[in-house]
């Protein structure tokens, strides 16, 4: 009993260990996103999301962006072109609720900032949309409540991060 105990346990453990965690093998099979895009959850132009699991997306630091709810599905869209870093767009789906993040990595892979960039739920009350350049990411937040409202934020795509522009 012990030994069948123990080779479940060393089952369980060999496949939580080889969760996706190679973002270098992940990007092969990424999409290229182009730029300027407009991003918001209606507009579709992720033709072969990768779809990420618990492990990775805490083991890669995305647990700052929102912690992993199995009740959604998480995705990794593509990949967007950047000279000093990694670029990524992800997703959480639902289907009443769902939302996008630009992230920033450094060359090692590691989290060094992001922004959300387009939200949406099923009472639509606040929407985010952004347009992403190379450079510059333009962030629309539309609220429908009481007085509705537009705001938009600037923010550039530095080496060390997003800079928000004052306006």
Known sequence: MIKF????????FSFACSAQTDWDSLMV??????????DTIDYIEYPSPIILDAATWAQNGLDSL??????????????????????????RNYPEESIHWLALFDLNWELMDWLQTAYDNSEGFWVVESLIQCDTVYITETTSFDIP?????????????FEQIKQ
């Not at 105990?5 to 369980?12: A, D, G, N, R, Y």
């Not at 099979?29 to 407009?38: A, D, G, S, Y």
């Not at 409202?149 to 550039?156: A, N, V, Y």
């Open 5 to 12: 105990v123990i080779t479940i346990l060393f089952v369980c």
């Open 29 to 38: 099979h990424l999409p290229i996103l182009e730029c300027p895009m407009k």
């Open 66 to 91: 929102e912690l992993y709810n199995f009740a959604f599905q998480y995705e990794l869209c593509g990949k967007m072109p950047n000279d000093y870093n990694h670029l990524l767009l992800f997703a």
């Open 149 to 161: 409202q537009d705001s938009t934020t600037i923010h550039l795509i530095t080496e060390n991060g």
